[in-house]
């Protein structure tokens, strides 16, 4: 989710979602209770999936809207994503997606983690292709009710997915899916041992930080990436280097294309990173206190995209492109797409292009968001990656 400045001010919260959040931190507390403590990965998958109760699971206001609200008068939900900041981030990754499916002979999209439906909605509207079939996998029953309403202009292309298929052929979709899959969190101790961080209850019955040693499938993974740094705290997505793997096996010809914000892994384990990426979201402010509101905060961690590209190959699938956002977009047109705005028509004009820069500048999204695209039997090079890739880096 876009970043606002990290900060521990947090905003006024309303009885109801503070309620919320206290059936949520019951279940927490309940979980805790029979087992001592759990792996921070359960917590957050708790916090974030927990039927009815987590994050993603219930009816939270949880995506702002630039385009239909002015800064000055508070963004409602708690981040922003691209598609909600500007259509013509969809009407650029169109682009690609055109090209996939006419190289893989499909007609096929699949996205996983739809949001607010407004990404389909304009990559529907941009290709105007009645032959594209537009399948969504969304684990918030919520989010696929607001997906549902505002793509029933396409109700016959549209289909939902209850889980991943067992075949696909087409174009995948993952913006700012790999962030918010629950991640483990080690820290590394004086004595050049691993602990893995649980969250346990305190006397008073507070959440609070408890170390156990790591087990050692994940000592030896975390070892083979960096080296030891005593006092040095990060995280590892297991879960999302799993999904990876698993569509090694489901994607049989086609691409996707990952879009998230996040590092190469020698800069995401660099030495000055030592507290790592951690990040909630609360009412679009930001900061790093992951045990408190559970159930009305979002919760994230940077991609390693090195990760993410060893476990495609790793399952079979080719690494076919990996850059920054605003080359992605470069590359696939953006400039040429807004070509066709009218700079005479100062006031829409303005309107159009403002939240574009943040899409493509460097001290916003354009840098810290990389896309990368990974597949199986596509023989031509991708669009989006003809200047600047970085696959080196990874």
């Avoid at 304009?122 to 696929?144: C, Q, V």
């Avoid at 660099?270 to 990040?279: E, I």
Wanted: hydrophobic share 40%; with cysteine; glycine share 8%.
């Amino acid at each position: 989710m876009s970043h606002f400045s990290r900060n521990n001010h947090f905003p006024d919260i309303d009885p109801i979602s503070l309620e919320h959040s206290t059936h949520t931190a019951t279940h927490l507390k309940q979980l805790i209770g029979q087992q001592g403590s759990i792996p921070f990965q359960v917590w957050m998958h708790e916090a974030l999936y927990a039927p009815g109760l987590g994050y993603y699971a219930s009816g939270n206001t949880k995506l702002g809207n630039y385009q239909n609200q002015a800064i000055t008068q508070g963004l409602p939900g708690d981040f922003t994503t691209a598609p909600e900041l500007s259509p013509w981030f969809a009407r650029t990754l169109s682009r690609q997606i055109k090209q996939v499916l006419q190289a893989s002979g499909t007609a096929a999209i699949l996205e996983f983690g739809a949001g607010t439906g407004k990404l389909a909605y304009d990559i529907l509207s941009t290709l105007n292709n009645p032959a594209i079939k537009y399948f969504i996998l969304e684990l918030s029953a919520d989010l696929k009710s607001r997906q549902q309403e505002k793509l029933a202009d396409f109700n016959g292309q549209v289909q939902w997915l209850d889980a991943l298929p067992k075949h696909f052929e087409g174009c995948v979709i993952a913006n700012e899916v790999l962030d918010a899959m629950p991640v483990n969190l080690f820290e590394w101790q004086e004595d050049g041992s691993l602990a893995e961080k649980h969250v346990s209850l305190n006397k008073a019955g507070e959440f609070t930080w408890l170390k156990q040693p790591a087990n050692a499938a994940m000592a030896e993974k975390i070892t083979a990436r960096m080296p030891v740094f005593p006092a040095y705290a990060s995280e590892v997505n297991l879960q999302a280097e799993a999904w990876i793997h698993e569509m090694g096996n489901w994607l049989k010809k086609g691409v996707a294309i990952l879009i998230d914000y996040g590092f190469p892994q020698k800069e995401y384990y660099h030495p000055q990173r030592s507290q790592g990426t951690l990040m909630c979201h609360l009412r679009h402010h930001a900061h790093d206190n992951a045990l408190i509101y559970p159930g009305i905060q979002d919760i994230t961690a940077h991609v390693d995209f090195t990760a993410m590209a060893d476990a495609a190959l790793d399952s079979g699938l080719e690494v076919l492109g990996y850059t920054s956002q605003a080359n992605f977009l470069l590359n696939c047109g953006l400039m040429d797409l807004l070509a066709a705005l009218d700079p005479q028509d100062v006031a829409r004009y303005a309107k159009e292009i403002a939240p574009v820069q943040k899409l493509v500048s460097e001290a916003e999204m354009g840098e810290l968001f990389k896309v990368l695209a990974i597949g199986v039997d596509i023989g031509e090079d991708l669009l989006g990656f003809t200047r600047a890739d970085r696959r080196h880096t990874l």
